[in-house]
């Protein structure tokens, strides 16, 4: 079975500039990406299967991304996350690690940072 990615950015350019850089560490391998542009489409999204690895956003209409972990949490969905966002304030960093995120990214992600991250991580 193919492994499993969610991305969940309210940005359509965001989620195309990830899934670029995802496609150059990816290339070899089975993976499905699905997207989602706030927390409630990645609810809906999560309900028919749950990701192998996710790449949040932080500031989103709608739900936001720390709405999103908490209601995770609410409903004991555990899974790898890593938040991606422009928002690299050292509280907002604090916040989703406290929260069980694997790793905070800023914004935009270099596929070099990405494959460095994907390998560190051994997930896909």
């Known amino acids: 079975m193919a492994a499993n990615i969610l991305i969940v950015d309210d940005?359509?350019?965001?989620?195309?500039?990830?899934?670029k850089s995802l496609n150059s560490y990816l290339k070899d391998k089975e993976v499905?990406?699905?997207?989602?542009?706030?927390?409630?489409?990645?609810?809906?999204?999560?309900?028919?299967?749950i990701p192998d690895l996710m790449f949040l956003d932080l500031t989103m209409p709608?739900?936001?991304?720390y709405e999103l972990l908490d209601e995770l949490?609410?409903?004991?969905?555990?899974?790898?996350?890593v938040?991606?966002?422009?928002?690299i304030q050292s509280e907002a960093v604090r916040k989703v690690k406290d929260r069980g995120v694997?790793?905070?990214?800023?914004?935009?992600?270099?596929?070099?940072?990405?494959?460095?991250?994907?390998e560190e991580l051994k997930i896909i």
């Open 62 to 65: 709608e739900m936001d991304g």
């Open 32 to 49: 499905e990406i699905r997207q989602a542009g706030n927390g409630k489409e990645a609810l809906s999204v999560l309900k028919k299967r």
């Open 102 to 118: 694997l790793d905070f990214m800023r914004k935009p992600v270099s596929a070099e940072n990405l494959n460095s991250l994907m």
């Open 73 to 81: 949490e609410k409903e004991g969905m555990h899974f790898p996350i």
């Open 11 to 19: 940005s359509e350019f965001a989620r195309k500039v990830l899934i």
């Open 83 to 87: 938040v991606i966002s422009a928002d």
